[in-house]
């Protein structure tokens, strides 16, 4: 079974901290993506990240192939950044596959 | 923006009735999803659609059928709701890759 594990399951920071997710999957993709969820929201497309580095404001991915895995760093977050931060792999055409997420909570 | 809008938003059923959930885009996509999100699972493919006249089977299709009318419109059907599918769920329009998925803002769904 095509799986997307991610970690921690939930992240408390205090405000101006960076936040380090990581995700891992079971088989070897360059099709990856990072969702953001507000809660009880829609999903959210944040960066798309088939290999190497990615930045796009405040958050960067580095996707590594063939260690199968992806992270999302964010710097100096914010309060709104609070959510679920989701990631998800492409294993074949038209087909995505989503981890259970990472719940963050940025504390004032 | 990509416009996805779902009816109902909220939805209480009872167990052996039928439920019909709606998606609508105004973008054009050849390809949408029906998903369910349920705590530790996820987000799970149920059916897609890659136009007009197209249902395909996601991971967990069982219990459910899809309706692909127009481009623009692709619905959920629970024939006889049961109350494991009780869930919130989410239609998309778009693609893979580098043509990333539009999320609707989901329906919740409570089955009795």
């Known amino acids: 079974e095509q799986q997307v594990q991610q970690s921690p399951a939930s992240l408390v920071l205090q405000e101006a901290e960076n936040a380090e997710l990581q995700c891992s999957f079971s088989?070897?993709?360059?099709?990856v993506q990072w969702f953001y969820q507000r809660p009880g929201g829609r999903l959210v497309s944040l960066l798309y990240?088939?290999?190497g580095t990615k930045q796009s404001g405040r958050l960067t991915s580095t996707t590594v192939i063939k260690e199968r895995r992806s992270s999302l760093h964010i710097s100096s977050s914010q309060i709104t950044d609070s959510g679920t931060y989701l990631c998800?792999?492409?294993?074949?055409?038209?087909?995505?596959?989503f981890g259970t997420g990472t719940r963050l909570q940025v504390l004032p | 923006e990509a416009a996805v809008t779902q009816s109902p938003r909220n939805k209480v059923a009872v167990t052996g009735g039928k439920v019909t959930l709606s998606c609508n885009q105004t973008?054009?996509?050849?390809?949408m999803y029906w998903y369910r999100q349920d705590t530790g699972h996820g987000l799970r493919l149920i059916h897609y659609?890659?136009?007009?006249?197209?249902?395909e089977k996601g991971d967990i299709p069982d219990g459910y059928k899809a309706s692909r009318p127009s481009q623009e419109n692709f619905s959920l059907i629970l024939e006889l709701a049961t109350p494991s599918q009780t869930s919130v769920y989410f239609c998309?329009?778009?693609?893979?890759?580098?043509?990333?998925?539009?999320f609707g803002p989901g329906t919740r769904l409570l089955v009795l």
């Open positions: 998800a792999m492409e294993p074949h055409t038209n087909k995505v596959v």
């Open positions: 088989i070897f993709t360059n099709q």
């Open positions: 998309a329009s778009g693609g893979t890759g580098q043509d990333t998925q539009y």
């Open positions: 659609s890659y136009g007009a006249g197209s249902t």
């Open positions: 990240n088939p290999s």
């Open positions: 973008n054009n996509h050849n390809n």
